[in-house]
């Protein structure tokens, strides 16, 4: 069972099993696991025990990979039972698809937000549509520029995760631009900015062994995030590219604190100490 690192205080309650794409290439979150969503029973149970051991909580977040793609009766069915599970309950967080945003209706996502569902995880990676298909992602950067506003605009809270270096040097200039002009349509709540960290056993690690992708060096990815947040037209966005694959951890908040990030991505980069050959220390696990 996966979560964002926002939810580490949130009730996990796992809905389904897996994801039902699992064709990013650099992606093992699900690697062998079928995708399954969880009977009614299941449900009940897993809510019931949850309920139990943390009656207090305000805070859920629904598991797995793509929790929005499930029929939005069952999602219904499931936010009441939450209601009525745990009384101080104020929001209702899970993992979002562009395809499954696409599949939602307005008045389906209008109903969701209603009955308590608040934050959307949604990962953009690229707003490259080459990139995207390199990658294997499913959906169309376009499809989740609108899906994002479409659940902004039923109330609900986007927050778009972006990975830095996916385009590795070839596209890096295109991945940098195309995604700054997604962003700029999104207009999301929340921001973040992961670094690409290639996952021994997938389809991207054997192209990188086959030097049919290029990865950025540390100096490269470092510039590549650096000009994508220059790039950036936000009016009101949380920022954060404090994961820990990222080279230098960054908070803030857009527009009011891009000037600053800047800054210290500037002196980063000219300070010297970044490797310039290759992708410099990565983390042995996420």
Partial sequence: MFRPPAEAGSVLIRVADGCP????????MYRGVPYREHGMDEIDRAISAASAA??????VFLADGDVLAMPEAVLSA?????????PRLSRVNCYASGQALAARTDAELAVLRRAGLRTLYLGLESGSEEVLRNMGKAGTADGMVNGCRRAREAGMTVS???????????LSRVHVRETAAALNAMQPDLLSFLRLIPVPGTPLWRRIAEARFLQLTEEEAVREARDMLAGLDLRRTVFRADHGSNVL????????DRDALLAELDELLQCGVLDRNGPGPMPALL
């Fill in 249 to 256: 951890p960054l908070a803030g908040r857009l527009p009011r």
């Fill in 78 to 86: 499931i936010l009441e039972k939450l209601r009525q599970a745990f």
């Fill in 21 to 28: 794409h699992n064709s990013c290439a650099f992606c093992a």
């Fill in 160 to 170: 778009v995760m972006v990975l830095i270096g996916i385009g590795g040097k070839g």
């Fill in 54 to 59: 943390q009656p207090g909580a305000r805070r």
